[in-house]
């Protein structure tokens, strides 16, 4: 069972990224963002942005992205899609509000 689980948020206007926040356990602590950009058709790419807050250790941070990874992987399918493997190590970079952030992008083939 994953810690992490996502719940999607409305869609912006004229924007087709989709966003979904990250909560994890039972208590649904809100704890990161989730956000997915591209119908990409084949040779295009599909990028994954995981956005975590400080409160997560970083263990914490790379089971979020784990889970976030095998959610895209989910998603893509359903569209029918196939997307080849994004390099396995997550650089996270701290953003100026103190959240951390990775973003991968994956070929659609």
């Given at each position: 069972?994953?810690?992490?689980?996502?719940?999607?948020?409305?869609?912006?206007?004229?924007?087709?990224?989709?966003?979904?926040?990250?909560?994890?356990?039972?208590?649904?602590?809100?704890?990161?963002?989730?956000e997915i950009s591209g119908d990409a058709p084949e040779g295009d790419t599909v990028v994954l942005s995981v956005i975590c807050a400080p409160v997560l250790s970083d263990a914490a941070r790379d089971d979020a992205l784990s889970t976030a990874r095998r959610f895209?992987?989910?998603?893509?399918?359903?569209?029918?899609?196939?997307?080849?493997?994004?390099?396995?190590?997550?650089?996270?970079v701290e953003e100026p509000d103190g959240n951390f952030r990775v973003v991968l992008e994956y070929r659609v083939r």
């Open positions: 069972m994953d810690v992490f689980r996502f719940t999607k948020l409305s869609p912006r206007p004229n924007d087709r990224t989709r966003r979904y926040t990250i909560l994890r356990n039972l208590e649904k602590d809100h704890v990161g963002a989730l895209l992987g989910e998603i893509v399918t359903g569209w029918g899609l196939d997307i080849a493997a994004s390099p396995e190590t997550s650089n996270w």
